[in-house]
């Protein structure tokens, strides 16, 4: 390895007096076109909704209320858990989370069986892999959505071979939705494994076939804790993505299958949005994203030690 | 002595990989075949043709089309280039700028369009643009797209300079080269592999998008996933199927451009 290139000889390339300057773009534009609207964002969802979409600049918590309490029909009963927008929360975390163990179940062994290739051949491999992730998420949705019609090519397949005797009706259900993130996001599941298992010492494996370790014994025991940081890395590339997806759940679910991104997407369209409870969905995503971020950072830290 | 089991070899693992890599393929190669099919129905197989290729440029809604393409690839074109300028500075900074004030923060800040989810980036957008009162429309896209293209094109221009000792420009440097010299005539040229993919990246990023692009692009303003998105509501027509596989035939070129780059990087490393 080279010697670490921060600090060491900064002072005599002579970038160190420039490293300010050079970073203002950065700061300006992430920070005026990112920084700014989410905290915007956060002050609006404590906003008054205006009904012809938008805010009135009056502070008020209604949309959080909405989210979390309902008071009745008329709005005069005692005050009670709302269940309608937590089941959705669940319903995502829960697609989200049925994704992510698709992806893991598919990815792993991928990306194991990748990163024992000669390598010379795994770069053409992670090419293959890395392919279909360039392709724009809204044809791979598309012809997902093409592929998987009741009339569609799979069941027309399916139907000619004789497996089936009906249609199997995927489209407009949960499995849809559940199969649409599983191929929106398996690249970034294979990717993150694929290194750690490259980096992986396969003596250890070795060592564990001369105590008498069966394959998979040592793949539990010895493989797993060793490559499990690439592993979380993969189900947090896939979970977090999925949760707050737009296009499957739209493109590939039905009516019941309602998930956050919708939600949120339906309170800014026309004037039937209601932007403050839109603000109020969107800042409870972002938390638990957060919490889900902050959660790999200390688990990847606890590993490091 | 009995043959030693291979401990890197599993049963099925071989199979998984294929059918991995099935799952990726056969639905861009069904749409792919389909949108050659001669019919109007996109059920039926009635033969090779190339008539929704020539709808979707001489069809009545080409013109739809063409100019949403113009609006995406000219986007795509400038917001990747401006955000890989603005990713390279922000390299030369973090990378050989030492431990200047700010640099943790200035990581988070980077890192921080990977980590918002895209529809409250969208959302926050709108309530943005909207509050100060911008119209939306084609600039507001195109910041978008540029502030979202900053990590993807950080991301390998950063691999790429970390892999890059200090020796080359130190070396230009005792040989009395500016510091501009030194970074125009060794760092530049040696970084060129990272750059490029990272321009790709963001172009192919840029292009990709929907949901951020759907809510700042103002009436009346299309890009091609844009317009895609709102065909495909009323049904899937072979004409968008054409210009899917249009699409994703750039994106393959785009990924096989980036590809190369990266091979002949590795070589003059």
Same mark, same amino acid.
């Given at each position: 390895?080279? =010697?670490?290139?921060?600090?060491?000889?900064?002072?005599?390339?002579?970038?160190?007096?420039?490293?300010?300057?050079?970073?203002?773009?950065?700061?300006?534009?992430?920070?005026?076109?990112?920084?700014?609207?989410?905290?915007?964002?956060?002050?609006?969802?404590?906003?008054?909704?205006?009904?012809?979409?938008?805010? /009135?600049?009056?502070?008020?918590?209604?949309?959080?209320?909405?989210?979390?309490?309902?008071?009745?029909?008329?709005?005069?009963?005692?005050?009670?858990?709302?269940?309608?927008?937590?089941?959705?929360?669940?319903?995502?975390?829960?697609?989200?989370?049925?994704?992510?163990?698709? &992806?893991?179940?598919?990815?792993?062994?991928?990306?194991?069986?990748?990163?024992?290739?000669?390598?010379?051949?795994? =770069?053409?491999?992670?090419?293959?892999?890395?392919?279909?992730?360039?392709?724009?998420?809204?044809?791979?949705?598309?012809?997902?959505?093409?592929?998987?019609?009741?009339?569609?090519? %799979?069941?027309?397949? %399916? %139907?000619?071979?004789?497996?089936?005797?009906?249609?199997?009706?995927?489209?407009?259900?949960? /499995?849809?939705?559940?199969?649409?993130?599983?191929? !929106?996001?398996?690249?970034?599941?294979?990717?993150?494994?694929?290194?750690?298992?490259?980096?992986?010492?396969?003596?250890? !494996?070795?060592? =564990?076939?001369?105590?008498?370790?069966?394959?998979?014994?040592?793949?539990?025991?010895?493989?797993?804790?060793? /490559?499990?940081?690439?592993?979380? =890395?993969? &189900?947090?590339?896939?979970?977090?993505?999925?949760?707050?997806?737009?296009?499957?759940?739209?493109?590939?679910?039905?009516?019941?299958?309602?998930?956050?991104? !919708?939600?949120?997407?339906?309170?800014?369209?026309?004037?039937?949005?209601?932007?403050?409870?839109?603000?109020?969905?969107?800042?409870?995503?972002?938390?638990?994203?957060?919490?889900?971020?902050?959660?790999?950072?200390?688990?990847?830290?606890?590993?490091?030690? | 002595?009995?043959?030693?089991?291979?401990?890197?070899?599993?049963?099925?693992?071989?199979?998984?990989?294929?059918?991995?890599?099935? #799952?990726?393929?056969?639905?861009?190669?069904? @749409?792919?075949?389909?949108?050659?099919?001669?019919?109007?129905?996109? +059920?039926?197989?009635?033969?090779?043709?190339?008539?929704?290729?020539?709808?979707?440029?001489?069809?009545?809604?080409?013109? @739809?089309?063409?100019?949403?393409?113009?609006?995406?690839?000219?986007?795509?074109?400038?917001?990747?280039?401006?955000?890989?300028?603005?990713?390279?500075?922000?390299?030369?900074?973090?990378?050989?700028?030492?431990?200047?004030?700010?640099? $943790?923060?200035?990581?988070?800040?980077?890192?921080?369009?990977?980590?918002?989810?895209?529809?409250?980036?969208?959302?926050?957008?709108?309530?943005?643009?909207?509050?100060?009162?911008?119209?939306? *429309?084609?600039? +507001?896209?195109?910041?978008?797209?540029?502030?979202?293209?900053?990590?993807?094109?950080?991301?390998?221009?950063?691999?790429?300079? $970390?892999? @890059?000792?200090?020796?080359?420009?130190?070396?230009?440097?005792?040989?009395?080269?500016?510091?501009? $010299?030194?970074?125009?005539?060794?760092?530049?040229?040696?970084?060129?592999?990272?750059?490029?993919?990272?321009?790709?990246?963001?172009?192919?990023?840029?292009?990709?998008?929907?949901?951020?692009?759907?809510?700042?692009? *103002?009436?009346?303003?299309? +890009?091609?996933?844009?317009? #895609?998105?709102?065909?495909?509501?009323?049904?899937?027509?072979?004409?968008?199927?054409?210009?899917?596989?249009?699409?994703?035939?750039?994106?393959?070129?785009?990924?096989?451009?980036?590809?190369?780059?990266?091979?002949?990087? $590795?070589?003059?490393?």
């Amino acid at each position: 390895m080279a =010697a670490a290139p921060h600090a060491s000889g900064s002072l005599a390339t002579g970038w160190r007096s420039l490293a300010v300057p050079l970073m203002l773009p950065t700061w300006l534009v992430i920070g005026t076109f990112l920084l700014v609207p989410v905290v915007l964002m956060g002050v609006y969802s404590v906003l008054t909704k205006d009904f012809r979409g938008g805010v /009135v600049w009056e502070f008020s918590l209604a949309a959080y209320d909405q989210f979390f309490v309902t008071r009745g029909l008329f709005g005069d009963e005692p005050p009670q858990i709302e269940w309608t927008y937590i089941a959705i929360f669940w319903r995502s975390i829960w697609q989200a989370a049925l994704a992510t163990l698709l &992806c893991l179940l598919i990815g792993f062994p991928t990306a194991w069986f990748i990163a024992t290739r000669s390598p010379r051949h795994r =770069a053409l491999w992670v090419f293959l892999i890395t392919v279909p992730y360039w392709v724009n998420l809204l044809i791979r949705t598309v012809s997902l959505r093409f592929l998987l019609r009741d009339q569609g090519p %799979l069941n027309e397949g %399916l %139907l000619a071979i004789g497996v089936i005797d009906a249609p199997l009706r995927i489209i407009n259900t949960d /499995v849809a939705v559940q199969l649409g993130l599983f191929y !929106s996001y398996l690249p970034f599941m294979v990717l993150p494994i694929y290194a750690a298992v490259e980096r992986y010492n396969f003596a250890l !494996s070795e060592a =564990a076939r001369d105590l008498y370790a069966g394959p998979w014994t040592t793949l539990r025991e010895i493989v797993l804790p060793v /490559v499990k940081p690439g592993i979380v =890395a993969g &189900c947090i590339l896939v979970f977090v993505p999925s949760l707050g997806a737009f296009l499957a759940p739209d493109l590939l679910g039905g009516a019941k299958t309602y998930m956050i991104g !919708s939600l949120i997407d339906e309170q800014f369209r026309g004037s039937m949005g209601n932007w403050p409870f839109g603000g109020a969905v969107a800042m409870i995503l972002m938390s638990l994203v957060l919490l889900v971020l902050l959660w790999q950072a200390r688990a990847a830290g606890r590993g490091r030690r | 002595m009995a043959a030693r089991t291979d401990m890197r070899r599993y049963a099925g693992f071989g199979l998984t990989t294929a059918l991995c890599l099935t #799952i990726l393929y056969v639905p861009l190669a069904v @749409i792919a075949v389909y949108s050659f099919n001669d019919d109007r129905s996109i +059920t039926n197989w009635a033969g090779f043709s190339l008539r929704w290729y020539a709808d979707v440029f001489t069809g009545p809604e080409a013109p @739809i089309f063409r100019a949403a393409a113009w609006n995406s690839l000219s986007i795509a074109a400038l917001a990747s280039t401006a955000a890989t300028v603005i990713a390279l500075a922000a390299a030369v900074a973090m990378i050989r700028g030492g431990r200047f004030h700010g640099r $943790q923060a200035s990581y988070a800040l980077i890192s921080l369009p990977l980590m918002v989810p895209e529809i409250v980036t969208a959302v926050a957008t709108l309530v943005f643009f909207t509050a100060i009162g911008v119209r939306t *429309g084609y600039g +507001t896209i195109l910041v978008a797209h540029i502030t979202f293209c900053i990590p993807f094109a950080y991301l390998p221009i950063a691999a790429r300079m $970390q892999g @890059i000792e200090e020796s080359y420009e130190l070396a230009a440097r005792d040989l009395y080269a500016s510091r501009w $010299q030194a970074f125009r005539l060794i760092l530049l040229p040696l970084m060129m592999p990272g750059i490029i993919s990272g321009w790709l990246l963001a172009f192919i990023i840029s292009l990709d998008d929907f949901i951020i692009t759907n809510f700042v692009k *103002g009436a009346g303003m299309e +890009t091609l996933p844009t317009a #895609i998105f709102g065909s495909v509501k009323q049904g899937i027509k072979p004409n968008i199927m054409a210009i899917s596989t249009l699409m994703l035939m750039v994106s393959v070129v785009f990924v096989t451009l980036s590809y190369l780059a990266n091979r002949i990087g $590795q070589k003059t490393r």
